[in-house]
């Protein structure tokens, strides 16, 4: 058991990081944070902020010989920076685990070879293999393999013809073509698993998505408890094949009311912020938890939540990303009750940038459902 005070190891400053630094300190930790943005979020509370590329090795060796044990809070840590690292001190999850989740193909291959449910899909190295897919495919979505996030690196494609123009246009990086699936809606399950094999969920969450990016997040999801369970043991499945350890996201799809895989994400999951305030652990504190060997705590979430994400573009007079950069009106989100408001300190807001989330709890979902969404339509979120 890694015990306080030790020094952990975080490789990434976004706002995930952010909360795991929060979480730690909480415990008596203390954090140093690797991200190459002097102004990320976690660098700014962070014991020390190593302000270095995630292949700088002489960072990687300070951290590996002033820390007692690394995690991740983003997916595109590359895989020998944390192979490299593992030579000097425990590293979770494990970069064969982090391989498999940052890479579309790898992640779909997985998914096919372990029996887990997913859509149809197929791996898109050249021009050729759009031209051998299965015509069932389409309209189908051209995603790249690699460091796509936020519906970005994405395109929807009718046809075979617009699949290979999108191919080109993504400079010809490999691709998974996925069949666009009529969604009935989205849910996720975020786990924790120590490195026994002990796994802890958190209750099934319920997504919802505006222009590619999570708007909305429903916990428990509105949907039977059936499903919810199912969601649950197939996220708990893709933990154990994986060996994984740490907490992960699993995203995804009901469509005709069964559950697909979407994707998976080998850290801390925007759909799990709401754990933070409605539940009596957080899942940053479980991923304290399985990175030092401390016992996971078995969730108890004591209220339904709400959770909204507030983007970049809500810090433009017209909502949208145009006209005069201004600070939101706050004092809005503060007037409704139960509401908690976390900016994460980013100092500058594009649209699309996740700059920060509310979470409404309370004591029935419907109820609080109402409240988020008038708090989300009063502070200037609109839908069209
Ligand atoms: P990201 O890494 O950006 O989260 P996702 O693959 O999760 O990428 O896609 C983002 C969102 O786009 C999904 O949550 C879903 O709403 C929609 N989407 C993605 N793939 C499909 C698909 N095959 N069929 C229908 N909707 C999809
Ligand atoms: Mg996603």
């Known amino acids: 058991m890694i015990l306080p005070p030790a020094t952990l190891g975080m490789l990434g400053g976004g706002q995930l990081g ?11 930790y203390k954090v140093w944070v690797l991200d190459p943005d002097p102004h990320s979020p976690a660098g700014l509370i962070a014991d020390r902020h190593l302000v270095a590329a995630y292949d700088d090795y002489v ?13 991740t809070e983003f997916e595109n840590v590359p895989a020998d920076t944390l192979d490299y690292l593992t030579k000097f001190i425990p590293v979770h999850p494990a970069a064969s ?17 372990n029996g887990l449910p997913h859509g149809p899909f197929a791996a898109i190295r050249s021009e050729d293999d759009i031209r051998n897919a299965n015509a069932g495919l389409f309209p189908a979505v051209l995603k790249v393999a690699r460091f796509g996030y936020d519906g970005k690196g994405q395109a929807r494609v009718a046809d075979r013809d617009e699949a290979v123009a999108a191919f080109q246009h993504f400079k010809g990086e490999p691709c998974v073509l996925e069949k666009m699936l ?34 909305v997040t429903i916990a428990p999801a509105q949907a039977s408890a059936c499903l919810r369970d199912n969601a649950q043991e197939i996220a708990e499945r893709i933990a154990d094949k994986l ?17 697909f895989v979407n994707e ?11 754990t933070i305030d409605a539940c009596d652990v957080s899942q940053y504190e479980q991923q304290v938890r399985a990175l030092c060997g401390l016992p996971l705590a078995a969730p108890r979430q004591h209220s339904a939540a709400v959770m909204v994400n507030l983007l970049g573009e809500l810090w433009y007079e017209d909502g949208k990303g145009h ?18 408001l976390h900016l994460y ?14 979470v409404v709890t309370g004591a029935n979902t419907e109820a609080v459902l109402g409240h988020a969404l008038a708090a989300r339509a009063a502070i200037g979120i609109r839908d069209e």
């Open 323 to 340: 006209g005069t950069y201004r600070e939101p009106d706050w004092s809005v989100l503060h007037a409704v009750p139960g509401l908690r």
């Open 243 to 259: 060996g994984y350890v740490g907490t992960l996201g699993v995203e995804f799809f009901v469509c005709r009311g069964e559950l």
């Open 18 to 28: 952010r909360f795991f630094v929060s979480a730690a300190h909480e415990l008596g």
């Open 182 to 215: 009529t969604l009935d809606f989205e849910v996720s399950v975020v786990l924790a698993r120590d490195e026994a094999g002990n796994v802890r969920c958190f209750p099934t969450g319920e997504n919802r998505h505006r222009n590619g990016i999570l708007d």
């Open 97 to 113: 685990a982090v391989a498999v989740c940052q890479n579309r193909i790898a992640e779909k291959s997985f998914l096919a070879d």
């Open 264 to 274: 998976m994400a080998p850290r801390p999951h925007n759909s799990g912020h709401h």
């Open 345 to 358: 300190g980013k100092h500058h807001a594009r649209p699309g940038r996740k700059m920060g989330h509310f």
């Open 59 to 71: 960072a990687l060796d300070t951290l590996g010989s002033e820390c007692a044990a690394v995690t």
